[in-house]
């Protein structure tokens, strides 16, 4: 299964080989916590904003919370991606 998703969210904001290594194995990264695949917390709005331009997903701040984005299972439904 292509993870391009995770590619395009993760790219610069952690090393290439742990973006690729999550690709490859994403049913045993899918639950972790970003913090434990190496994702500062101030990367996480990074992230976010991400979310909103590569993704066109319209972020409502007053109701999001960081837990919706936690790990890449929680993001992948966030987006709604396959």
């Keep these: 299964m292509d993870h391009q998703w995770i590619r395009t969210l993760f790219?610069?904001?952690?090393?290439?080989?742990t973006v690729a290594l999550v690709c490859d194995r994403y049913d045993?990264?899918?639950?972790?916590?970003l913090t434990q695949l190496g994702l500062e917390s101030m990367a996480v709005m990074g992230l976010v904003v991400r979310m909103e331009t590569d993704f066109g997903k319209e972020i409502d701040y007053e109701?999001?919370?960081?837990s919706d984005v936690s790990t890449l299972a929680r993001i992948k439904a966030f987006l709604g991606v396959e």
């Design 11 to 17: 790219s610069g904001l952690l090393p290439e080989e």
């Design 28 to 33: 045993e990264y899918q639950d972790a916590p």
């Design 63 to 66: 109701a999001f919370q960081l």
